[in-house]
Nanobody, 120 residues
Framework: QVQLVESGGGLVQPGGSLRLSCAAS????????MGWYRQAPGKQRELVAS???????NYAGSVKGRFTISRDNAKNTVFLQMNSLKPEDTAVYYC??????????????WGQGTQVTVSS
């Protein structure tokens, strides 16, 4: 069993900032990829940003230059610093972790989601 606990969502005005955190715990040998996805009402879930164990990052074009993903490998935690937020960033943000555990490789572990609302 793996638990992903997210925090940091909330309501912010356009142009503001938020920082999301996601801590993974449980039967984890090592984590490969940590990522953030989001899903807005009526839309499909989409990748926002990901980071592999070596530090290479990947961003959706819509957030590049505004969002920064980072991770603390010692604490199995991933962060998403979101700056210059726009109303279109409003969504539920989900943490995803791909890891090796007792049952092998697992890429389908998700957090419970945290709401981010950008509105004046």
């Amino acid at each position: 069993q793996v638990q992903l606990v997210e925090s940091g969502g909330g309501l912010v005005q356009p142009g503001g900032s938020l920082r999301l955190s996601c801590a993974a715990s449980g039967s984890i040998f090592s984590i490969n990829v940590m990522g953030w996805y989001r899903q807005a009402p009526g839309k499909q879930r989409e990748l926002v940003a990901s980071i592999i164990s070596g530090g290479r990052t990947n961003y959706a074009g819509s957030v590049k230059g505004r969002f920064t993903i980072s991770r603390d490998n010692a604490k199995n935690t991933v962060f998403l610093q979101m700056n210059s937020l726009k109303p279109e960033d409003t969504a539920v943000y989900y943490c995803n972790v791909a890891f090796w555990g007792p049952s092998g490789y697992n890429a389908d572990s998700w957090g419970q989601g945290t709401q981010v609302t950008v509105s004046s």
